[in-house]
């Protein structure tokens, strides 16, 4: 990563958007079909029946979506995307058809006392629908490397 941001190159209010990914029917039930067998995950008809009145993504689909959203060009933070700690919330459910994007806002950026070549950034990660609507709220605490000395 040549652009790679180091922690030293981080400030709060920094923001970083993704592009977009549009979200199958076949993604949605394959996806529960192996890690969230839920009936309302896999079928429209148990779908259209559950609280949602259709079928839904299960919202670990969402974040996983969103994961990979930031690992191919959201946050570009050098040494990857090491999480700490995260609160996850999703206040709308992922629809077959819907458009998602992230937007990330740096919250916190904070030098370690303790390991002088790292620290932590905590980040807000929005997921969007393609109409602006949140369908996963996420902040999460990472480590970050600072900038490596030049070398003599």
């Known amino acids: 990563m040549s652009d790679a941001l180091y922690l ?14 549009r979200v199958t029917r076949e993604e949605v039930v394959e996806f529960a079909g192996r890690w969230d067998p839920q009936p309302f995950h896999l079928d429209e008809e148990a779908g259209a029946a559950s609280l949602f009145g259709s079928l839904v993504a299960s919202g670990w689909h969402t974040a996983a979506i969103t994961m990979r959203l930031n ?9 990857g995307l090491i999480g700490v700690e995260c609160q996850v919330s999703w206040p709308r459910p992922t629809r077959p058809g819907d458009m998602l994007r992230v937007v990330n806002e740096v919250l ?3 030098p370690s006392r303790s390991r ?5 950034v905590t980040v807000r990660g929005e997921t969007l629908n393609q109409d602006g609507e ?19």
């Open 8 to 21: 030293d190159d981080l400030s709060v209010g920094q923001r970083f958007e993704t592009a977009s990914h």
């Open 71 to 79: 690992v191919d060009g959201g946050i570009p933070f050098a040494g």
């Open 108 to 110: 916190e950026v904070r």
């Open 134 to 152: 949140v369908v996963q709220s996420l902040v999460a605490t990472m480590v970050v490397p600072r900038r490596p000395a030049p070398q003599a």
């Open 116 to 120: 002088p070549d790292r620290g932590m």
